[in-house]
């Protein structure tokens, strides 16, 4: 369900804002992002904190200053980073490049199944980091904010 429902999204910028977001720059990150007005929106050190509260359910992105690469980051490796502390932590979907990682997860939060999608960018200047973060519940009501959020993600 989690993958065909990514998958039935296009991922093309819009020349456009999207109605009902507010296009930024973060400086401490130095990367620009799209924030939906209607959520809860926080920021602090180069991290954007992106909430809708009506339903359990995050957006964030984080940059740290770094010359570090994901040359040869394996699924493994991922799983240790992003997985230690969460229970029944499985990944769905794994994909790693020089620059970039991509995983979509799973992982039981309370009894119930959570989603966790996350893209890890590194330019040879700042690792970012941009995970959504969403109960089973209501993740098919948040995937397209997700993907709206992370394909208009510029690091400048």
Same mark, same amino acid.
């Given at each position: 369900?989690?993958?065909?429902?990514?998958?039935? /999204?296009?991922?093309?910028?819009?020349?456009?804002?999207?109605?009902?977001?507010?296009?930024?720059?973060?400086?401490?990150?130095?990367?620009?992002?799209?924030?939906?007005?209607?959520?809860?929106?926080?920021?602090?050190?180069?991290?954007?904190?992106?909430?809708?509260?009506?339903?359990?359910?995050?957006?964030?992105?984080?940059?740290?200053?770094?010359d570090v690469v994901y040359d040869g980051v394996t699924e493994e490796q991922y799983i240790s980073y992003a997985g230690?502390?969460?229970?029944? /932590?499985?990944?769905?979907?794994?994909?790693?490049?020089?620059?970039?990682?991509?995983?979509?997860?799973?992982?039981t939060l309370s009894g119930e199944t959570a989603y966790w999608v996350q893209y890890l960018i590194a330019n040879g200047?700042?690792?970012?980091?941009?995970?959504?973060?969403?109960?089973?519940?209501?993740?098919?009501?948040?995937?397209?904010?997700?993907?709206?959020?992370?394909?208009?993600?510029?690091?400048?």
């Open positions: 369900v989690l993958l065909s429902l990514l998958d039935s /999204f296009s991922w093309n910028m819009q020349d456009s804002i999207p109605e009902g977001y507010t296009f930024l720059y973060c400086e401490e990150g130095n990367f620009k992002y799209l924030i939906p007005n209607d959520w809860t929106i926080g920021q602090s050190d180069g991290a954007i904190y992106m909430q809708n509260e009506s339903v359990d359910c995050s957006i964030s992105i984080s940059a740290i200053s770094s230690s502390d969460k229970t029944d /932590f499985t990944v769905l979907s794994f994909q790693s490049e020089d620059n970039l990682i991509y995983a979509e997860c799973s992982y200047s700042y690792e970012y980091t941009l995970t959504f973060a969403s109960m089973e519940s209501s993740f098919s009501d948040n995937a397209e904010t997700w993907l709206t959020v992370s394909s208009w993600f510029i690091a400048v």
